[in-house]
């Protein structure tokens, strides 16, 4: 859904949108969605501003990933409210370096005319992914010595260091 700046000069533009799994691309996040992404929310054109935009929603979806840590399958429902403000890119034209407050680092920017809903929730749904995603976080990970996942199996491997670079410096400390 194209969200028009012509058209948000007349109303605001409300937008009530379900997405089926592929039908936004998260190929590139190591993520996939497994169920309808709805959204459902208002754009607005700002007054007395040269061209911000406004986008408030709420968006709900299940993405699965594998865990960082046993490489099994990783679910994250998300359900999240969000409050987004951009500028048109051509502010960004005329400068060659642009110094930014800490309240401007919240902006986005559009060009030609507006921005595609995809865009801005695929977007959003990556910043509230975890940086770390594990499937619990109790998960005892995978063991490095003879790799069995430690969720499912306990190993008796014992974890020797193999370059102790450090030993030296330990013995001084203990005398």
Request: charged residues 30%; proline residues 5%; aromatic residues 6%.
């Amino acid at each position: 859904m194209f969200l028009s700046i012509k058209e948000m000069e007349v109303r605001k533009v409300r937008f009530d949108e379900t997405f089926q799994p592929g039908e936004i691309d998260f190929s590139g996040a190591d993520v996939r969605q497994s169920s309808p992404l709805h959204a459902a929310g208002v754009a607005e054109l700002l007054a007395n501003t040269d061209g911000e935009v406004r986008i408030q929603g709420h968006l709900t979806v299940k993405l699965e990933s594998e865990c960082d840590r046993c490489l099994g399958q990783a679910e994250f429902p998300l359900d999240n409210r969000f409050d987004l403000f951009y500028r048109p890119s051509v502010a960004l034209d005329d400068a060659e370096e642009v110094a930014i407050d800490e309240g401007q680092a919240e902006l986005g920017f559009y060009e030609d005319g507006g921005m595609e809903l995809e865009d801005v929730l695929r977007e959003q749904i990556m910043l509230l992914l975890p940086m770390q995603r594990v499937c619990s976080p109790e998960c005892k990970g995978i063991c490095p010595v003879c790799g069995k996942n430690r969720n499912e199996s306990a190993c008796d491997c014992r974890e020797e260091p193999v370059n102790d670079r450090w030993s030296a410096l330990r013995k001084i400390s203990q005398a």
